[in-house]
């Protein structure tokens, strides 16, 4: 007999977010880093991966990173100290980025980050950088990655979901079989016939291309069999230098000095919240309000 849906336990309490006292932490220890540290960068993520971004946390372990709302740390920078000559900067805040305050140079904090990409599984939308394809016959777990004697069989509860997605498959004594060329079948719905891919060799069915963009049922074919095509990559957009009050931006790569500071104007400001900085960050949190409010801790990470 089914269990009846009133025997169910009713919270009674409701945690408060606490949105508006994380936003004023994040912004007065942005304010508080100006001062502190002779380099702030701003970065783009891209393929967002939240345990390599703890990765480059632990290795630049002197450096001090803001990743949040790009409207919450572009206010900051421009009312805190220096904020003539941190202005620039701001035209970066656009996208997934954050900052970076550290006492390494350009030179090794470009250099890091050049050669750190981690390979990652692919999410849809992006582009593959490798072609897969499955080999004809029994299906192991890598798909034919590995050497067969180092290999195993997929297991064959696996096999409706490899139906369900498209490929042509069939149980054959309790082991998965790949069908051959030509083959035409149906999904689990029984309502969308699907024809089995065949890359440039015909020596298997094709799951997807170099330079092809990576739908929802491509990434989950790739991830079945452990198959990273993607990367998580930190690109520098330009940097401020805090004893010359420089700002350098990279534009295809190349070092471009956008504004001229001086050394005067580089080490300014001891004031953390500099005139109507404080307002400004409740007009913003106002605004911000009155959006989707889904927004929590994660949205305001820092280390």
Not at 96 to 119: C, K, N
Not at 133 to 160: C, M
Not at 250 to 270: C, P, R
């Amino acid at each position: 007999m089914p269990r009846s849906k009133r025997n169910k336990v009713m919270p009674m309490t409701k945690t408060p977010k606490k949105r508006k006292e994380l936003s004023k932490r994040m912004f007065s220890n942005i304010q508080a880093c100006i001062p502190q540290y002779p380099y702030l960068y701003v970065f783009s993520v891209d393929n967002m991966r939240n345990n390599y971004l703890k990765n480059v946390r632990t290795q630049l372990s002197d450096s001090r990173m803001f990743f949040g709302k790009t409207k919450l740390t572009s206010i900051a920078l421009q009312s805190g100290p220096s904020p003539a000559s941190l202005k620039p900067l701001t035209t970066l805040l656009h996208g997934t980025v954050g900052l970076l305050f550290s006492p390494q140079p350009p030179s090794e904090i470009r250099d890091f980050f050049a050669h750190f990409h981690p390979a990652s599984f692919a999410r849809a939308g992006i582009t593959s950088t490798r072609t897969f394809a499955l080999p004809y016959g029994p299906v192991y777990s890598t798909g034919g990655q590995v050497a067969l004697e180092h290999d195993v069989l997929l297991p064959h509860s696996l096999e409706p979901t490899l139906r369900k997605l498209g490929v042509p498959t069939k149980l054959v004594r309790g082991r998965i079989m790949l069908e051959g060329p030509g083959h035409r079948d149906k999904g689990m719905d029984g309502t969308m016939e699907i024809d089995g891919g065949l890359d440039e060799q015909d020596s298997g069915y094709l799951v997807c291309k170099e330079g092809q963009a990576l739908g929802a049922r491509e990434t989950a074919l790739l991830k079945m069999f452990g198959i990273e095509v993607a990367e998580f990559a930190v690109d520098v957009r330009g940097w401020w230098e805090k004893s010359t009050g420089d700002v350098w931006l990279l534009k295809n790569g190349v070092e471009e000095l956008t504004a001229k500071g001086s050394a005067s104007d580089g080490g300014l400001g001891t004031t953390l919240l500099a005139s109507g900085g404080s307002e400004a960050i409740d007009r913003s949190l106002h605004r911000d309000d009155d959006e989707d409010d889904d927004d929590d801790e994660n949205d305001y990470r820092e280390g």
